[in-house]
């Protein structure tokens, strides 16, 4: 009787927390998440508001989670350039230009030909930005590029 | 040739359209059965809102979906104050239950009835309530007292005019104990209690004991109806005060003695958490009748205040056994019922026992109905056909309370008996998982399940325990023997706006040390809470 009414009426079961279950396999399984603390230019890219709705930014090296200046950082705002990059040279030279921010395939901008009064201009953005934004990591190279 | 061509055509008559009508007729059957599912599998696949970093040794924070990361969790009641909403407080939900009675022709007698085991069936108006409630908060604001205490059960008749004198006057605090005080209670002024409590109470010193089943009165003891008879004080008025938000009326010290103050804010975003939380087509209307049969638990406020602010109505009993409950859910025919495990698990059971007994067609048949419920529930299908018995007839939903971390053998519900539960009362069945009532500090559940939610899990060893609710959001932190990064797995830690305030700065001082290890910006380690996330967001315990 227990076999007939299992072919008839079978029951489904699932298991999620199964590592080699069909929803961890699925492609529509959600990102892992990543691990706050370092970031290279390329896994800073994704949070630019758009593909990602956080926002966040480095500043001389400091990953800021600007999502709170949605407004200002986010899609259509003033400096959206900045969202998902290093806007330290931008921040340095007081231009949102996109020229000024460099994109995730450059390497890492050292900053170094900047002017006395520009690197006191982007200490200025950075006290702004440690008061306002939580820290969520530190902005590192890609592996093997130097 | 004309041998092969009739063998060709025995067998595609009798082998292969046979074949094919019964292909053709499983697949228009899947598709009947994907047509009528409550919640597609993808959905049930992506309970939680997970943020996208994390730090080490920790999980992303985990949201429920309706309150996504971007988005404030679930405050309070969204009270419109000009332009702006504002979270509210009791006095605003106190005042949304007064204009709503004024706006009746004729009110219910019964908005609130209570089994009490002491004083027996009370059925109250909420004209009825009002007027004790103001009754009693007179009678102590014109005494001078400000901090009330009792030992009673928390929904028993009094302690709930207590509660309620205390929640509508501003600087009144009702104190709580779920076991005697050994020692002098800080600033508590008033103590409550029964004559055979007077003994006890007496050892210790207030500037008031309030006696309810005596009349008798001697210096520094009252009776009940003594302040119950004094004239009704004036009709109740509000007005906000922003300061009164986060003002604590509610107080309560635990049998472990661990005591935690919890302000109006934990109140109301408990409620609107409460409210919210059920899908659309399936809210809490005013034809709702919930039965509250845990009256010693904290965390049952929110469905109390719940219900009344949508204009149903409460029953409130404080017992676990199938037959007291079967009782009051035959004399009053609730939509929804709040339950622990243990009656869960007595009715399947009994259910279980009662169908062994039968024998023949009937019993076969029984059988085959409930086999073909759980195979539609395990395909995402509600079905009420294997419904046994007409006293779940007006039954809704079962919300069934769980304590997280306890070794009670009535906690070990599988999703199997869940199902079943489900199958023989017709009824949806949300699990809530909140911390012992030895433990407090939480003025609601942790955890809930999805109310389409009619999964079976391929281990008993595993308890599904759904996401996190509206009012708080989640991590887990590494903890030895557990792994955080692979399996996900390690200890709760939370941080919303039903987490109750440590009482006494020393206790208030381990919490933020506490906190601290894990991060600070109040988050609160859940000390030996631990489990696992699903690939579904759901929080697995075991």
């Known amino acids: 009787m227990s076999f007939i009414k299992n072919l008839i009426f079978p029951v489904k079961t699932t298991d999620p927390v199964a590592t080699n279950s069909d929803c961890t396999n699925s492609s529509n399984a959600a990102p892992e998440p990543i691990v706050e603390g370092l970031f290279t230019p390329k896994t800073l890219y994704k949070f630019n508001g758009h593909d990602d709705e956080k926002i966040f930014i480095s500043v001389k090296g400091t990953v800021f989670d600007c999502s709170a200046g949605r407004q200002f950082y986010g899609p259509s705002g003033p400096y959206s350039n900045f969202a998902g990059h290093d806007a330290s040279r931008g921040l340095a030279l007081n231009s949102f230009d996109m020229a000024d921010v460099r994109d995730w395939d450059q390497p890492i901008d050292d900053l170094k030909d900047l002017k006395p009064e520009e690197s006191e201009a982007l200490d200025g953005w950075e006290e702004h930005f440690k008061k306002k934004y939580p820290v969520v990591g530190k902005l590192v190279p890609e592996e093997g590029s130097k | ?542």
């Open chain 2, 1 to 542: 040739m004309s041998f092969i061509c009739s063998i060709f055509s025995v067998l595609l008559h009798y082998v292969v359209l046979p074949f094919v009508a019964l292909y053709i007729l499983l697949i228009i059957y899947h598709e009947y059965l994907s047509s009528q599912r409550d919640i597609q599998d993808l959905a049930l696949l992506n309970q939680s809102n997970i943020a996208a970093t994390r730090k080490s040794n920790e999980t992303a924070i985990y949201r429920n979906n309706q309150t996504p990361h971007g988005l404030p969790l679930v405050t309070g009641l969204a009270v419109r104050d000009g332009f702006k909403l504002r979270d509210g407080n009791l006095r605003d939900w106190w005042s949304v239950l007064i204009a709503q009675e004024k706006k009746k022709e004729s009110p219910e007698s019964d908005r609130v009835i209570v089994e009490d085991s002491k004083t027996g069936t009370m059925l109250l108006s909420m004209s009825q309530i009002q007027t004790l409630s103001s009754q009693l908060s007179s009678y102590f604001k014109g005494k001078e007292y400000t901090v009330i205490g009792s030992v009673l059960p928390l929904f028993s008749y009094h302690s709930l005019l207590l509660s309620l004198a205390c929640f509508s006057t501003n600087g009144l605090t009702y104190h709580h104990f779920i076991d005697f005080p050994r020692t002098q209670p800080e600033e508590v002024d008033v103590m409550v209690c029964y004559k055979s409590q007077l003994t006890f109470v007496q050892r210790l010193k207030y500037k008031l004991i309030i006696v309810i089943d005596s009349e008798s009165t001697s210096s520094g003891i009252v009776s009940w109806d003594q302040i119950i008879s004094e004239p009704t004080p004036t009709a109740f008025e509000h007005t906000h005060d922003p300061k009164e938000t986060l003002s604590y009326p509610f107080r309560q010290t635990t049998s472990l003695n661990a005591t935690h103050s919890y302000t109006h804010q934990n109140f109301v975003s408990s409620c609107a958490s409460m409210v919210k939380s059920l899908p659309m087509a399936h809210e809490l209307t005013s034809n709702d009748t919930i039965m509250i049969t845990q009256g010693n638990d904290l965390t049952q406020w929110g469905k109390f205040m719940a219900a009344l602010i949508v204009g149903g109505k409460v029953i409130l009993g404080d017992s676990d056994d199938k037959e007291v409950i079967d009782s009051w859910i035959e004399k009053y025919q609730p939509s929804i019922i709040s339950v622990n495990e243990k009656y869960v698990t007595n009715t399947v059971n009994s259910y279980d026992q009662e169908e062994s007994k039968k024998s023949g067609v009937a019993a076969s048949f029984n059988s085959l109905i409930l086999s073909r419920a759980i195979h539609m529930f395990s395909e995402g299908i509600f079905t009420s056909s294997a419904q046994q018995s007409s006293l779940f007839n007006s039954l809704r939903l079962t919300y069934i309370t769980h304590h997280i971390a306890t070794n009670d053998p009535a906690s070990n519900l599988t999703s199997s008996d869940l199902t079943k539960y489900r199958a023989i009362t017709s009824s949806r069945a949300i699990q809530t998982t909140s911390l012992p009532p030895s433990t407090g500090g939480l003025l609601s559940h942790i955890f809930q399940t999805n109310y389409y939610d009619y999964r079976i899990l391929s281990t008993d060893k595993l308890r599904n325990l759904g996401t996190v609710t509206l009012t708080l959001e989640l991590k887990l932190r590494a903890v030895p023997g557990l792994d955080i990064e692979q399996d996900k797995a390690g200890e709760v830690c939370i941080r919303g706006f039903v987490v109750g305030t440590p009482y006494g700065e020393k206790a208030l001082g381990v919490a933020r040390k506490d906190g601290e290890e894990v991060g600070g910006e109040g988050w609160c380690p859940l000390r030996g809470v631990r489990g696992r996330f699903g690939i579904d967001g759901c929080f697995y315990e075991g």
